[in-house]
Structure formats: structure tokens, C-alpha cells
């Protein structure tokens, strides 16, 4: 991904609001589970990680990421966006 397609997608995700959030428990198998189900129907989404979660932002950008085979666009403070095309029909197009 280009620093122009990643900026492109910031400026799409900073409308978002959180689909999901990290809590306490960290990053369960059950929520990795439904964000993987969530992007069938989005391609761009936004997890907030709550503060009684010990685990650092970035690494769990990487490990949904790794999981749900989506990257990670950014990861400011203790929000993360994540974005995965999909591969039938794309709804977001990115800038070349």
C-alpha cells in the first residue's frame, strides 16, 4: 500500500466510529471471529482498545491483521484501523 492509498484511507476511516472494542480479556477468538465476519460487509474498520487493556495497540493491530489477513492503515493512540478489500466486488477505490 502507498503512503497516498494509506492517507486516502484515513481520510475515509476518521468518519468512522469504532465498530469494535479490545477490553480486559485482549483479543479473544471470538472477536477476532467477528471482526473477520465484519468485513464481509465493510472493507475499512475501526477498533478502539479500552484502557483496562494491558496489551499495546500496535501489537494488536498485528495480530488482527495477521488473523483476518487485513492491514493495518494506522494506529493512533489507542484507536486502530483496519482495511481488507473485498475480492469479488471493492467497494472502496483506492487512488493509484
Do not use: W
Not at 15 to 26: E, H, P, R
Amino acid at each position: 500500500m502507498t503512503s497516498k492509498q494509506r492517507a486516502y484511507l484515513k481520510s475515509l476511516a476518521s468518519n468512522l466510529n469504532a465498530t469494535f472494542q479490545v477490553g480486559k480479556s485482549s483479543l479473544t477468538p471470538e472477536l477476532t471471529g467477528a471482526i473477520e465476519e465484519s468485513f464481509r460487509n465493510n472493507e475499512l474498520l475501526k477498533v478502539s482498545v479500552l484502557k483496562n487493556c494491558m496489551d499495546d495497540p500496535g501489537e494488536i493491530a498485528q495480530m488482527v491483521a495477521e488473523r483476518t489477513h487485513s492491514q493495518v492503515v494506522q494506529v493512533i493512540g489507542k484507536k486502530i484501523v483496519l482495511y481488507k478489500p473485498d475480492k469479488d466486488k471493492p467497494r472502496i477505490v483506492l487512488p493509484k
